[in-house]
């Protein structure tokens, strides 16, 4: 796998520079302690499915699921319990090999956009802690739209679709891309098999022959 030289590149975070799909897997999980095997199966494949959905559109859902009111008392309190255990998860979760030696080594030769559906304090908490925010020029977090937001980009810089890249492991994130007509180049991992399947387009496992 090689990146090719472009003027921009836009970059998911979880699974694609740090291997913490399974930090928020567990949290979620840990939200619903009194959950019967059934249910927290129910969860772990939905959230393993729906990589790039919000915890903000997640939490409600999972919340009806298990039975239990749904008001906005009880969602802030359940976003704040998750919002601690991911910081520190996410924090401690191992890189995706070779990532941050090559974002350290390449952010100033290319115009590098981070979007993640993690929201925008937390990942700059994170990122401000693993010594990368400087890497990215420009921040997406949660609330987010990625389609609407590389579109935004884009047209913001006057760069062609042609001329940019998207680097993710979700269809969320395929969508956004192909939407736009930008390059997407995925990153392969045993949570998005069914999509390593569907998708005939560049993929690799790590930046570590980058």
């Not at 042609?162 to 736009?180: C, K, P, Q, Y």
Request: glycine fraction near 6%; hydrophobic fraction near 40%; aromatic fraction near 12%.
């Amino acid at each position: 796998m090689e990146i090719k030289p472009c003027k921009l590149i836009f970059w998911d975070f979880d699974g694609v520079i740090k291997d913490s799909v399974e930090v928020k897997t567990h949290a979620f999980e840990y939200l619903f302690p009194d959950g019967d095997a059934d249910f927290l199966r129910k969860v772990r494949m939905h959230h393993e499915a729906n990589g790039g959905m919000s915890r903000f559109d997640k939490i409600p859902l999972y919340l009806h699921w298990s039975g239990q009111p749904i008001d906005e008392n009880q969602i802030e309190k359940y976003l704040l319990k998750f919002s601690e255990k991911v910081v520190e998860g996410v924090i401690h979760a191992p890189w995706v090999p070779g990532a941050r030696e090559y974002l350290l080594s390449n952010w100033i030769s290319c115009y590098y956009v981070l979007l993640t559906a993690t929201p925008q304090e937390e990942i700059i908490r994170i990122l401000r802690h693993l010594g990368i925010s400087h890497c990215f020029r420009e921040v997406y977090g949660s609330p987010i739209n990625k389609r609407e937001v590389v579109s935004k980009v884009l047209k913001k810089h006057n760069i062609k679709s042609s001329e940019a890249l998207l680097i993710g492991d979700s269809e969320v994130d395929l969508f956004a891309a192909e939407t736009n007509f930008v390059p997407f180049l995925l990153r392969s991992t045993v949570l998005n098999k069914n999509l390593q399947e569907v998708y005939m387009g560049p993929q690799f496992e790590n930046f570590e022959n980058e």
